[in-house]
């Protein structure tokens, strides 16, 4: 069973950048698809950015083109978000997630992944 720790959300201004990230327990975080989901209060659960095993293939909500981008460790069993341009709508709690088939595509509903973090609160202000 592997763990995953987000950290880095808070708060900050629109415009603003966040560098979010997900630390995993476990020797096979590098077999692992990872995605990042958000969910913000009323709201069901988004997809916001997956990256495969290798990190070859990545996939991005369309509302985060060119804005975040996700990226991985695997010699720290790490993922991260980076966030850039931030706007008000972003605010969320943002959760980590691991697919643990090894896959070269990545998947972007959220039934396909196996374990999820708890969650960081990003908010931004206009």
């Known amino acids: 069973q592997v763990q995953l720790v987000e950290s880095g959300g808070g708060l900050v201004q629109a415009g603003g950048s966040l560098r979010l990230s997900c630390a995993a327990s476990g020797r096979t975080f590098s077999s692992y698809g990872m995605g990042w989901f958000r969910q913000a209060p009323g709201k069901e659960r988004e997809f916001v950015a997956a990256?495969?095993?290798?990190?070859?293939?990545?996939s991005y909500a369309d509302f985060v083109k060119g804005r975040f981008a996700i990226s991985r460790d695997n010699a720290k069993n790490t993922v991260y978000l980076q966030m850039n341009s931030l706007k008000p709508e972003d605010t969320a709690v943002y959760h980590c997630a691991a697919d643990r088939r090894q896959l070269p595509i990545v998947a972007v509903a959220p039934g396909h992944y196996d374990n999820w973090g708890q969650g960081t609160q990003v908010t931004v202000s206009s």
């Open positions: 990256i495969n095993w290798s990190g070859g293939t990545t």
